[in-house]
């Protein structure tokens, strides 16, 4: 088996980087902005073009090695390299590696679109092909580009932002049948038991329930995901890169 790459420490964001959702600022700055942006996007699309196709996962960062939840995403990783995919994730420690090294050690691909943060931090060393990004919402996309579903595993403030941006854009139909699976009875019970009580109260619909699949077997999530793909979506590659345009697998 092949040793994990090295850790490189990632960029830190310098103080004027951060406060970008201050109000009206002087159209320079404005343009600036919009320009950054741009090319966060163009990054991230040339980086990731050749990943695919993957499978992305989420979860916590402060799960450490031989904790149920890490080992369970670990398993998670191992499952998705056996079917082909690429493993996706944000990059960083605790879920985000445990499923990266299950890809790893399977002899999958494992890559990572990570963000950019005020503190220093490090890429794990089980991601193969990776992206720095700079803002939350440009690596929203991108994790949700390239993927054909999505894996929750336990996490906080940032996997639930994740988790229900990916049902708003189902149930919106911006993305057609992705299928939606949390992993972690224990964890996501109460969660699913407030969902079911949103489409008591109608603010939700049954049918946007239907994609999302609760459960602790990695097999049966696989499974899950497998049906949906093979029904609704032509899995393609791209294997051809432009040299002229620099660009590379």
Not at 137 to 164: C, H, N, Q
Request: aromatic share 12%; charged share 20%.
């Amino acid at each position: 088996m092949s040793h994990p790459i090295s850790t490189p420490t990632l960029p830190v964001l310098k103080p004027g980087e951060i406060h970008y959702l201050d109000g009206p600022v002087q159209r320079h700055r404005e343009l600036g902005f919009a320009i950054k942006v741009f090319f966060q996007f163009l990054k991230g699309f040339r980086a990731l073009h050749f990943v695919g196709p993957c499978i992305t996962v989420f979860g916590s960062a402060r799960f450490k090695e031989g904790h149920e939840h890490y080992e369970k995403a670990r398993e998670v990783g191992r499952a998705i390299a056996a079917t082909g995919f690429t493993t996706m994730t944000g990059g960083g420690p605790g879920i985000m590696e445990a499923a990266n090294r299950g890809a790893f050690e399977a002899g999958g691909r494992s890559v990572g679109c990570n963000i950019v943060l005020p503190f220093e931090q490090h890429l794990n060393p089980y991601v193969q092909k990776s992206v720095n990004i700079r803002y939350f919402f440009v690596r929203k996309v991108l994790l949700l580009k390239y993927s054909y579903a999505f894996i929750i595993l336990p996490g906080g403030w940032g996997t639930m932002d994740e988790l229900f941006e990916t049902l708003t854009l189902v149930q919106t139909k911006v993305m057609h049948n992705f299928p939606v699976v949390l992993i972690g009875k224990s964890y996501f019970q109460p969660l699913m038991d407030y969902l079911h009580f949103m489409e008591h109260q109608r603010t939700i619909s049954p049918e946007d329930l239907q994609l999302v699949l609760l459960t602790d077997d990695v097999q049966e999530a696989m499974a899950h995901i497998q049906k949906y793909i093979e029904r609704h979506f032509k899995v393609s590659t791209r294997n051809k890169p432009f040299w002229w345009l620099l660009e590379k697998v």
